[in-house]
């Protein structure tokens, strides 16, 4: 089975206290596609300029990143620059230039067909629903359908993103931004509230303190893994919802239950933390599926510390 991914692709700047690149390979979707790729093969949908270099194209290629949706048109790709403080959680967007995103109209090639598990990786809520309204007519509908967003869209197309949250089984956001979109500072009162908005399901990441899941008369608390060198936290977010797509997409099951979501968010946890080791997507390209499954038993470990006696 496999996922369908809409979302930026970008080449970003990165600032951190001790380090500077330029013209790296970033984006929601990159981050999420390539860490999806993983678990499932993937349909990826965006647009880029014809300045995005052959070099990314071959990645995703390689990565078994279905491109039949990737629109390159003339002009230059998104670019967006960031900078972190000595708190690495704290990150001020420092420039964004839309470029062709500014004209991006989503469109699902006829060769995605039957997505299985869909991921929106955060753009404008609306182009969100546009990729919805085009596999509305899909003969079998899709297993699972997330959204992640962030405060950008909150602030400015909140009545998007709540007529999209009706349509979604889970929503992907952090802590912050599950303040600024409820109004409320306990994060458990801010989970529930969400779900009373649309979504079943609501993972809400605490940055390094880990995740919060919410389900339906259901609660699971996952820690972060803990690193003692971060050396870029951009795309952490994607990262985590690409694994947690990439995993459901992996499981030949007809329906998500909250135990499978239980996993997958300790799978896009043990994706997001390879992801942090280093600059934009550096740390994924030489990723192998042993690493992988002994940070994902380590997860285990340290989060287990009784047998059910007092
Ligand atoms: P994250 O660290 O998970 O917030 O994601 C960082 C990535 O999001 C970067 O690679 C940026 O290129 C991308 N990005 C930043 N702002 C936006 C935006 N407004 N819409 C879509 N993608 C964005």
Known sequence: MSVLLVGSVALDSVITPVEKH??????????????????????????VGEDFPAAHVEY????????DGLQVVPGETMRWTGEYEWDMNVRHTRNIALNV??????????????PDIVLLANIAPALQAHVLDQ??????????????????????TKGDLLALLRRVDMLILNDSEARLLTGETSLIKAGRKIQAMGPRYVALKKGEHGCLLFGEGAFFSCGAYPLE???????????????????????????????????????GSVMASFNVE????????TLDPAQMAGRFRGFTE????ADGSL
């Open 135 to 156: 596999i509305a007519d899909a003969p079998v509908p899709p297993r699972f359908v997330i959204a992640d967003t962030m405060d950008l869209w909150i602030n400015i």
């Open 229 to 267: 060198d971060i050396h870029d936290p951009t795309g952490a977010g994607d990262t985590f919802a690409g694994g947690v797509a990439g995993y459901l997409a992996s499981l030949p099951k007809a329906a998500v239950t909250f135990a499978d979501l239980k996993k997958a968010v300790v799978h």
């Open 60 to 67: 995703f290629r390689s990565r078994d990143i279905a491109l």
């Open 302 to 305: 340290m989060s287990h510390f």
């Open 278 to 285: 280093a600059f934009s997507l550096e740390r994924l390209r």
């Open 101 to 114: 995103f500014e004209s991006f109209s989503p469109v699902i090639p006829d060769s995605y067909k039957n």
């Open 22 to 47: 330029d013209d790296l390979l970033g984006g929601s979707a990159s981050y999420a596609a390539v860490s999806a790729s993983f678990f499932a093969p993937v349909q990826l949908v965006g647009i």
